[in-house]
């Protein structure tokens, strides 16, 4: 084509009126199924679905008429289809183009035949007996576990409709792993990216028939499929659910009916769970599953067979080198994987638990089969039996024991090993590591333990080899003083391994004393020292275990109350000596706790007192807290402002409260609500915040502490009738005064300028004076709180006046004052007296209510001159 016919297509193309062309009738409504597509062309649905007829002999074309037009037809270079794209702006435009190199390029490579074809009677042909998935280098159970694996999420599900256009890849593009170019599916984009993610090639299409659009174009998959796969025709949808050829997975093709205008082709997957289930996964409007349908007038529908019904066909093989154990004792041995009548060259007879080597597994549509090698009479021999033939454990068995590990690396699995078990972790750096042992089973791998253990204070379990393991580790040479920690324990001739061990003392009355221990021994039952010392006047030498024990000096009984001085820090369970000894429970929170300490020890680390607490689970328990984590006084830190009470109820107390027993009752707030306070000083327990403030207490002023929950950050609060008018289109409204982080905008002032307000309360923060208001704005109404400066006070533009009027209004009001409330303005008559009379004005005011102006009069014949307010809406000025 050349740049003048380029032009000119351009102009003519994009320039007439837009219609829905190609596969874009698919993504221009979801509601256009078969009958509003048959309704747009003028044909029925049953005319669509089940047309065998042939064309009349005014509209069929003679062989010698299309080879003339396939000569005819230009073929554009891939720079001029660009360049058509690039200057398409519309979806409209889009179509238009594609429509264009529908008639002028091979993009229906088969149209011809095709056409041909529609003279014939539907038939059934079979062809090699090869499904889709084998032809594309794939399996048809890999396909099926793609697809069904997203059946109900939206990886292709919902994935946007999106017309054919080059490149193809802008048409493979699923929502759950979308390209560059974003989510979207021809029918046909949909049907590769399936394909392409269970691992096939999408070159076996293009090898055969790469049409424009490749891989993306369905007539080229219609083409390559015909030709090497196994393939049935039918003329309708019920023809085609009541032969019993469908099966899950299948590919349907929908052959277009060219006579008609904007035809085009259609392809998806079979997705019944029976084969006359009328259900199809498809690109439709979007990837949906739904009736078996095509957007588009069609002549006859080609099912596509995902897999091959031969069973002897390898699907998968492998090499192997797998100790396994022969597990029944009448099964076939055969000379080669299982074909179809094959005979057994011999049977497991007399081999059961017999430990083998299995080499190769291949697997066909009669099971999963593996080569292995045996003795059998003297002779060795090679065979192949079903995979479920073999066992991997020989046993199991219940043992209990307990021992330590042995090697600085080792693995845990879910069960005793063989290849293909999962391993849960792997243990590193963990020599010495005690283990309890419930079961022990065999394998082609050797004896294998299930263990219990803890690492990082977490229980697990799994399987470890019995050679991991041993009931003792040497014994080392040390030399350190501990301290006895318990009033009872015994004492072994030996480091402790079982019922075996003999005690030949124990620690009654040594609690709290040194001694010296000279060696240390891990066994499974733990870590035991050496040691000797003397009890009653006679020397005592064995092993005590480490846990008895503790690496701190210094132990005695103390009766002393202390207060937690900060919100971190840990709860030991001895004295803190290494990383050996355990957490067990966290000062979180404790700021301000009382504890009672009933011992005391020092360590390498420091002082450390021994206190009684409750832990996660709200039990009394006893640990060790570091003596810098604890005050004799309590932290109060100065925090110093103006406050009010917030409730008529509540309690003040001597001191930040702890509990009952060291927390004594002052008073109660009965009458004090919004009452304004000075606060000097906050401290934070255990029951929360609380601050210090000077009460009148029975007429004696006191130092007393109150709950913050019973505080308000504002003061100086009264109660108020009046309006206010907003003078700004913006400013926040807060849900209580002012007064830092703490405070939640609820609404804003956006566009309420000039409105006026009602106020019911006003208060002070240190940001200043604030305005409680009703605020209807954003849809909603809220009760919530103004800055002052967003508001215009009670009376503005005041003025002297010397300005005649006349009354207009019989009953209008008087007031003493421009008015501002009912509360600050009181009615003192009506205009009835002066109507239509003429009056001075002496004064002008504006409040929230309007304009007022003061005259002098008299309400009565007998009344005295007096000042008197009236509305600017009551009266007409005179010039």
Known sequence: MNKKGLFLFSVLVLSAPSTVLAEGIQSSDAKQNNEQAAALVGTSQTEMNSSTELPSSEDTKTEQDMDKEDTEKKTLTPEEIDKLRKEAKTPEEYQKVLEYIKETTDYASSVDGMRRSRAKASFFSSGQRQGAAEFMGTSKDRVLNELKSHEWDNFYLGTPFRGLWIPSIQNLSPNGDPNQYGPGFNCTGFVASVFQRSGGNLNAITNVANAWGDVANAYNW???????????????????????????????????????????????FFWGNKSSDNMMWHSYDRNIKSNIKSATPWTKIMLFKLGGDNKDNTTSQRSMNQVRYVNTGGAAIYSRPYQTGDGASDYTSGLVNAKVTVTKEVVNGHGTWQQFSYTKNGQNRTGWIQSSEFKDILKTERYSDKKVLDKNFAIVYDQPYYPGVRSIVDLKNQRGMQVSISEKGITGYGEWYKVFYDVNGRSQSGWMKSTDFVDTLPSKKIDKDVTIKVPYGLIYNEAYCGESTKVVGNTSGMQGKEIKVTEEQQTGYGLWYKTIFTQNGQQVSGWIKATDTDNYRGYQKIDEDFYVNKDYGLIYESPYTSNQVQSIGNLSGKLNQYFHATAKATTDYGEWYEVSFKNGANQNATGWVKSVDLDKNMTIKKNEFKASFNKDYGIFYDMPYVNNEKTKEVGRLNGRVNSTITITEEAKTPAGLWYHTRLSVAGADKDVWVSANDVARFYNYQSLETKRVINKNYGAVYDRPYDGNQTQSINNLNGMVNRAIDIDASAETSYGTWYRAVINNNNKRTIGWVKSVDLIDEKTNQKALNQKAEVTQEYGLLYNEAYISPRHTKQIGRTKVFYKEKITLLEQVTTAYGTWYRFEGKLSSSDTKQDLWIKSVDIKLIK
């Open 222 to 268: 219609r083409d390559a499929l015909r030709q090497n796969t196994e393939y049935y025709e039918f003329s309708s949808v019920q023809q085609l659910l009541s032969s019993g050829k469908a099966e899950k997975g299948d590919v349907l093709y929908f052959e277009p009916d060219f006579s008609k205008p904007n035809y085009d082709c259609h392809i998806g």
